[in-house]
């Protein structure tokens, strides 16, 4: 059956990818972005049927004009980065709280059947064991992780007051095609990709072991879609990743082995705010969702790579 959904931040990375997946499953899709960090080439491969609604979800009006007459509401856009959080909190919390809180309200005034917030890894911060397991004790240490964690606590909170239904999706360090390699705000795929492509050497801030949990994009995308409707999912919190974790040292492996490269990084401090290990347990989103990470990190690292070389001729 045909859908409307808005998706908020739908020119960005994993919000431009989900929106080619509902539109090839017959959905019909809005999408409200400001292109502060979105882009429209993102967008320029569309067809005239996606509406496009240039705004910021920090402002009610824009985000209640857009929430009106869709069935769901799949809320992307933020200010991502923990790096340009530590710099900026107040303007990081504006848009990943405020505008969270825009969002809700939006969908909740307009009457929409559910609404799926993206949360972050970054709430487990500091808490030290591993794997990361959505009933743990969330302990953010950077103002983003903070922010994630409102996030997805106003979305329970709305579902448990206002009996709409809400989602909240724990992403773990999301990469693939389309992800910005030029913002200083980079992240670390994309930002080590570029580098060796143009013949560089990728930083490592710290000694290269932290690891993290890598996850290509189809698997968030699928996620996504499988919290919009199945009916289990309504009130849960859930992690988003592929169960693994992989050393920056072994990622700088494997994007060298892939580009026929020998190649050493640059090591410099460790970044405030930073975490050291970043891994999932995906079972409850297994149980729950059904959802299994079609695309693992290897194969995803190949994929992104080819997307690269392609964009930069």
């Known amino acids: 059956m045909t859908k409307r959904y808005l998706v908020t931040g739908g020119a960005g990375f994993i919000g431009s990818h989900l929106v080619d997946e509902l539109l090839a499953q017959g959905h019909r899709v809005r999408i409200l972005d400001n292109f502060s960090t979105g882009s429209r080439s993102n967008l320029m491969h569309l067809s005239d049927d996606v509406e496009i609604i240039e705004g910021d979800i920090r402002s009610y009006e824009r985000t209640h004009n857009a929430a009106s007459g869709c069935d769901y509401v799949v809320h992307l856009a933020a200010l991502p980065s923990v790096p340009r959080s530590v710099q900026d909190p107040l303007t990081s919390n504006a848009a990943n709280v405020e505008g969270t809180l825009n969002v809700l309200l939006s969908a909740r005034d307009v009457g929409v059947e559910r609404v799926v917030v993206a949360s972050s890894s970054s709430v487990y911060g500091a808490n030290p064991t591993l794997p990361k397991v959505e009933s743990m004790l969330p302990m953010p240490v950077s103002p983003y992780g903070v922010s994630k964690l409102a996030t997805e606590q106003y979305a329970y909170s709305f579902g448990s007051v206002y009996s709409m239904e809400t989602v909240a999706l724990r992403f773990f360090n999301v990469f693939g095609p389309r992800q910005n390699p030029y913002s200083q705000y980079s992240a670390v795929i994309p930002n080590f990709v570029l580098r060796m ?99 693992g990190f290897r194969r995803g690292i190949e994929i992104t790579v080819d997307a690269y070389r392609k964009t930069l001729g």
């Open 197 to 295: 492509l143009e013949g560089g050497s990728p930083v490592i801030y710290g000694d290269g072991q932290q690891s993290r949990d890598f996850t290509y994009v189809s698997n968030v995308v699928d996620a996504i879609v499988l919290s919009a409707t199945k009916p289990e999912a309504a009130g849960r919190i859930m992690n988003v990743a592929c169960g693994a974790r992989h050393t920056l040292l072994e990622l700088v492996d494997v994007v060298s082995a892939y580009l026929g490269v020998d190649v050493s990084p640059v090591f410099e401090a460790p970044r405030p705010g930073d975490v050291l290990h970043s891994h999932a347990d995906i079972a409850l989103a297994a149980s729950i969702l059904d959802y299994v990470p079609s695309v």
